[in-house]
């Protein structure tokens, strides 16, 4: 959205506004996270009602889950659209990030298979630690203390790209 903003010339309205980086980064961010929760707990239901996936896990807990790994995704994306300069390069860049990260988070291949160099960069994946929350919560009813697990590094991974994002834009202003 950002890169989109400059191309379009109202990123400098933006920047020239009494608005501060950190409320530009969210007003980013809140349509993208209510599109993402709504659409995700769309696709959760139907998984359990159309398919009949069986639910043994906590959805309370599979729903914050779902909630922080989105702010993750909307953190990257945001962090990716302030260094670019075009949307063009924000396309590419997140095609750069989002296809390796998909291949590396352990849904085609287990992680655990992969050179521990990889293991370790997996590490900072949000796929990574949501499928294992997902697939846990769905199939095997996984303890909260293992959800918490998987959950941290999310809460970390949002709360590191978003304060990035928020600093970039800042910058953008001097």
């Known amino acids: ?33 209510l599109v993402g929760t709504v659409l995700a707990s ?18 309370g807990l599979l729903f914050g889950c ?10 990257i994306g945001l962090m990716i659209s302030s260094i670019c ?30 050179p521990v160099a990889l293991q370790w960069l997996a590490q900072c994946i949000p796929l990574k630690h949501f499928l294992i929350i997902l697939q846990g919560s769905f199939l095997k009813a996984l303890p909260p203390a293992d959800v918490f697990a998987n959950a941290w590094p999310m809460a970390l991974i949002a709360a590191v790209t978003l304060t990035l994002a928020t600093r970039l834009v800042r910058s953008k202003l001097q």
Do not use: C, H
């Open 42 to 59: 769309l696709m959760m239901g139907a998984a359990v009602v159309l398919f009949g996936v069986p639910f043994t896990g906590s959805f």
């Open 1 to 33: 959205p950002i890169a989109r903003e400059r191309a379009l010339g109202t990123f400098d309205q933006l920047l020239v506004s009494p608005s501060t980086p950190t409320e530009i980064i969210v007003a980013k961010a809140i349509p993208a996270f």
């Open 66 to 75: 779902l909630m922080l790994f989105i702010l993750s995704l909307v953190g």
């Open 85 to 114: 300069s075009t949307q063009q390069q924000a396309i590419l860049g997140t095609f750069a990030v989002v296809v390796p990260a998909i291949i590396m988070s352990g849904f085609a291949t287990p992680v655990e298979n992969m």
